[in-house]
């Protein structure tokens, strides 16, 4: 057998033995699974409570219509019949509703329904059988400061749309806001692009026509910068006012696999990197196994490697039984997700275990390569990213500008975690679940790209060390 | 070209990256078949580095080490087939035990490597019941004899052994010098580095000396035990106790030279059969109580010493 696999296999076969990494690796799962699976009871129980008919007053003539946004416990779409009735704001009771308009939800529509209206107010009215838990109501409502009629015009699922600057909406008195949906278009038809401000806060981009942001604010303007005439509709989310801002089940669960996996698998590639070469390299144990009849350089890279291998099989075992408990929880995760969940935790550990081996050949103390891995972790989970947004914050304005998310989620490409991050979640990006502040500036092939360059630079630094230490 | 089983040629080291320390300015040897090589230096001469680079440990600034014939650097992977290291101080992974070790070891030799096998070598060296032990509850000893396991495990060709039998108990030096000499004996050969000259002169076929980093000389044992007749003789040594300075001048006289007493050891530089007898006669008639006489013909650490003077005054210091 070719020399380099044989030391390959052999650190394999001993990292999938070492009792320590498999205590840690079985913890972190147990972890990540207990997390999500009690933060999912717990989303489950806050909504079942909240099944009640919810009022929404608009004072505003300019109200055009409702959505409604209807999800089970995790945040799936489910299929259910809703009615919106009209409320002549009668001020003493008995109250009487005429239903004016029906819709049915299914699945297949992503959870979407929605009617015409022309009232002024409206109570939707959801089966109170506690068939399903929670719900959003989009009312989608025209802007004060362009309130002529004449301007109304074709648009998104509404016969009525406005070309707006400004869409100004308040909160009514019994909601919040902790959403706006946003669609445009052009003169032609063709989706807008258009930069879109919440609060005066920069908040991201049309995506191929549509921008959908949750904000836990009580009032919001919403400001839509063009460049030329086009119809724009601007939607709010209402919630009842104990709602909890639940994102759709799969970003949910993988916004929490990915934080998870990002802040713990440094930790894991750090032990099983210095259990592969840094240790053996400080103490000096490695000097028997590079007497035998083999390279030095064959033993750096198959060590280093055959931990890498060991932990891939580790997490991918971990991505795996992760997907499969989602999927028993009735998430559907994709293939792609998990996919996606176990490059990023590959990469992740690349530049750890390679950055722990690099740390034996400068070693002193058998506590030195561990120490140093830690400082690298703590620095890029934690102290990078108070120091990155140090100069956005400083400089006040910029950090809601356009500019200033750009600068802050480019500069963040220097962060290999932050990069594994953007790796397990390439399948939401830009997408109209992502909250595209997150990302806005950046791009999959830029992730990608800079992916491969911390690869290269990581390999790079490993292969000088071997040269210039030896 | 013929090569020994191990030649080294113009072997230098420099450590450092920006000021440059010489461990190694020229260092030549040769060890052939079925012969052992005493490597004698004091500490810092060179002989660590030297078998370091032999193992393929580090490499030489310059020079070049051939293990039957093929390059060390450039070809280590065949070259270490044909050798084993005892290093000086044994350094395994603390958190394995014994035979584990040994297993993961050989797996990169060029022999496969059984269970039963390292069970086996484990016994050879005295560690049979120690094979499930952690090693970081190993002794010194152990360790060595550990170390000395894993160098028999795949029969090589050649031994480089690094001081390896300091710091052993009387039963462990006992053990090594057979295991060594058996080696010998099969036609192995050995580099044994060592300052303990009497383990050297008592196992070693030639020796070699090294100094400040230059190797200046290698001689058979016979050679040497020559030159130390003819440059000091035979001497002897008598255990006696009690001499009063009387004794002294009467044995002086019967010797003819001026003689040397601790207060328990009497030394003769003379080991003239005759005057011994005389000598001892007189210890006798005295009523002094004799318990001992030795005769010494060979003293490698004098020897050893001497040349170190003879080579700081050549090099200047």
């Known amino acids: 057998m070719n020399k380099a696999l044989l030391v390959f296999t052999t650190e394999l076969v001993r990292q999938l033995k070492s009792w320590k990494v498999l205590v840690v690796v079985a913890l972190m799962l147990a972890l990540l699974i207990s997390i999500t699976a009690s933060y999912s009871v717990s989303v489950q129980q806050t909504s079942f409570n909240q099944v009640q008919p919810m009022a929404v007053a608009i004072n505003d003539t300019g109200f055009l219509g409702v959505r409604a946004y209807v999800v089970d416990g995790v945040g799936n779409p489910v299929s259910v019949h809703l009615t919106v009735e009209k409320d002549e704001m009668q001020q003493t009771p008995p109250y009487q509703s005429t239903p004016i308009a029906s819709f049915d939800l299914y699945t297949g529509s992503d959870g979407f329904g929605y009617v015409r209206t022309n009232l002024s107010y409206s109570e939707l009215n959801p089966p109170s059988n506690g068939s399903f838990p929670s719900y959003e109501i989009m009312i989608v409502q025209r802007s004060g400061s362009s309130s002529s009629s004449s301007s109304l015009g074709g648009g998104f699922h509404f016969p009525e749309n406005v070309s707006v600057e400004t869409a100004s909406v308040v909160s009514p008195s019994n909601s919040s806001i902790p959403g706006i949906v946003v669609w445009g278009m052009n003169q032609d038809g063709t989706p807008l692009s258009a930069q879109v401000y919440v609060g005066g806060v920069y908040r991201g981009d049309l995506s191929n026509g549509t921008f959908k942001g949750f904000y836990d604010v009580d009032s919001a303007e919403v400001e839509i910068s063009y460049g030329s005439e086009a119809n724009v509709s601007v939607g709010m989310v209402y919630r009842s006012q104990n709602y909890y801002s639940l994102p759709p089940a799969d970003v949910l669960m993988m916004s929490v696999s990915q934080g998870f996996l990002s802040f713990f698998v440094p930790i894991a590639a750090i032990i099983a990197g210095y259990d592969a070469l840094a240790r053996e390299k400080v103490t000096g144990a490695i000097e028997l196994v590079i007497s035998r009849p083999v390279s030095k350089g064959k033993v750096y890279w198959g060590k280093t490697g055959g931990a890498l291998a060991a932990m891939g099989v580790y997490f991918l075992a971990v991505s795996v039984i992760f997907y499969l408990f989602a999927r028993y929880i009735g998430i559907s995760l994709t293939l792609g997700d998990l996919a996606l969940t176990f490059a990023g935790t590959l990469f992740l550990l690349f530049i750890f275990i390679f950055f722990e081996s690099i740390t034996g050949f400068f070693g002193r103390s058998t506590t030195a390569p561990i120490l140093w891995g830690v400082l690298l972790w703590v620095f890029f989970s934690i102290v990078f990213g108070i120091l990155t947004s140090l100069p956005l914050l400083l400089t006040g304005g910029a950090v809601n500008s356009a500019y200033g998310l750009a600068f802050e989620n480019l500069i963040s490409l220097c962060n290999p975690v932050r990069v594994a991050t953007l790796i397990m979640g390439l399948s939401f990006f830009n997408s109209s679940s992502s909250f595209t502040s997150s990302t806005y500036g950046l791009t999959p092939t830029m992730v990608v790209a800079s992916a491969v360059v911390w690869v290269v630079a990581v390999t790079a630094l490993f292969v000088l060390v071997i040269k210039k230490k030896e | ?165 300091n710091g052993l108990d009387p039963e462990g030096m006992h053990f090594f010098r057979e295991t060594v000499r058996d080696f010998r004996n099969k036609g192995g050969a050995v580099l044994l580095s060592s300052h303990v000259l009497t383990e050297i002169s008592g196992v070693s076929d030639r020796v070699s000396f090294i100094h400040r980093g230059t190797t200046f000389e290698t001689k058979t044992l016979d050679d040497l035990k020559q030159e130390f007749q003819s440059s000091y003789g035979a001497s002897v040594t008598f255990e006696v106790q009690g001499l009063a300075d009387a004794d002294l001048l009467e044995i002086g006289r019967l010797s003819g030279e001026k003689v040397s007493y601790d207060g328990k050891a009497l030394e003769l530089k003379s080991a003239d059969e005759s005057v011994v007898s005389g000598v001892n006669r007189y210890l006798v008639s005295a009523g002094r109580t004799v318990t001992g006489i030795r005769r010494v013909d060979f003293n490698l650490e004098q020897l050893f010493l001497d040349k170190v003077r003879e080579a700081d005054r050549r090099m200047g210091a």
């Open chain 2, 1 to 165: 070209m013929t090569y020994g089983v191990l030649t080294i040629e113009g072997l230098s080291k420099e450590f450092g990256a920006t000021k440059k320390v010489p461990a190694l300015k020229s260092v030549n040897l040769e060890v052939n078949k079925g012969e052992i090589v005493g490597f004698v230096g004091l500490n810092g001469a060179g002989k660590t580095t030297t078998i370091r680079i032999v193992a393929g440990v580090i490499r030489p600034t310059s020079g070049s080490v051939r293990v039957e014939g093929l390059d060390a650097f450039n070809n280590h992977e065949k070259a270490a087939e044909l050798f084993s290291w005892v290093p000086e101080n044994p350094i395994f992974d603390l958190g394995s035990n014994a035979r584990n070790w040994l297993l993961y070891v050989s797996r990169f030799g060029s022999k496969e490597v059984s269970a039963s096998q390292v069970d086996e070598a484990l016994s050879k060296v005295g560690l049979g019941d120690k094979g499930r032990v952690k090693l970081k509850a190993y002794s010194l000893g152990m360790k060595r004899r550990l170390a000395l396991a894993q160098a028999f495990l795949e029969e090589p060709q050649l031994l480089l052994m690094d001081e390896a039998m």
